[in-house]
DNA sequence: TCAGTAAATAAGAATATTACTATTTAGAAA
DNA sequence: TTTCTAAATAGTAATATTCTTATTTACTGA
């Protein structure tokens, strides 16, 4: 995610291209494909000045909205991932070792849409996730 | 849902039926629909002796397990609904007022299960959820 | 460039949720 | 019925997440 990009997606709705918000995504980049918020604020907190725990709950929640990262909810609490394309995606989730499995299927496809039209809404987005065993974890 | 069938369910999974499951249940159905956590514990605490509210936590994690409840995950927060029929099903929300509406549509009879057995997952559940802006909100 | 304004931040308080541990209890089996 | 044992509970501590408020800052338009 290159900063003009960035830029634009958050002007678009009204909000700041701040230092924050590109350290969360900047540390997010560094730790890897998922962090939790902890581990995106401990990271950060090695900068000076540290920035606040507040603050990277609220930019999370933030960058989800608009499309640049991803919550994705475990048994041990949630964690974030980059959505690079600014496509989600979802995911096969192990409820025994947390290993998370992207997979290209959306139920977006599939005809929930009439039903919500029906009932009068208007949708906005979707959250789905799969839980599973992974193949190790079957074998246990 | 009657206690022998709740007692079914437990047992099925070496689960014990306890005065306090049984009071979790009744107050649900005695609230309505949906309740959260602590409007549970709320109600629960007018009893003598009253409840904990971790008890209460962890027995509707449990009871959304065993598929005799539902987890709703609103903006405010976690909301757990009855599923008298024992087939879970999905909901329309609204993102401004969060009004619920439930919808027969289900993204298991979709195709994503191929997905994950290519992958080497067993499917236990998921999660589904779509968010959206009500007839009445859209007007505002 | 400079001033104005809405948005964002930091810090800490409040709330929600989960974990820990000693004690109690439901259900199994004698 | 009595005993035994794993599961469950209460109470409290710990953690996760959100809210509140005073202050700061990014963008807008002159």
Redesign the pocket.
Known sequence: MKTPVL?AL??EK????????QA?LAALRYLGERA???EIYEELCKEK??????????????LAEIGIVQQILL????VFELTDDGHHHHHLVCVDCEKVVCIPYCPESCAYTEQARAAGFAVLGHLFEVYGRCTACQQK
Chains 1, 2 share one sequence.
């Open positions: 830029l958050l002007k009204g909000y700041k291209l701040t230092a924050q918000r969360i939790s918020a902890k000045p540290a920035i606040s725990l507040d603050t990277v709950y609220r930019n999370l929640r933030l048994q041990s609490g949630t």
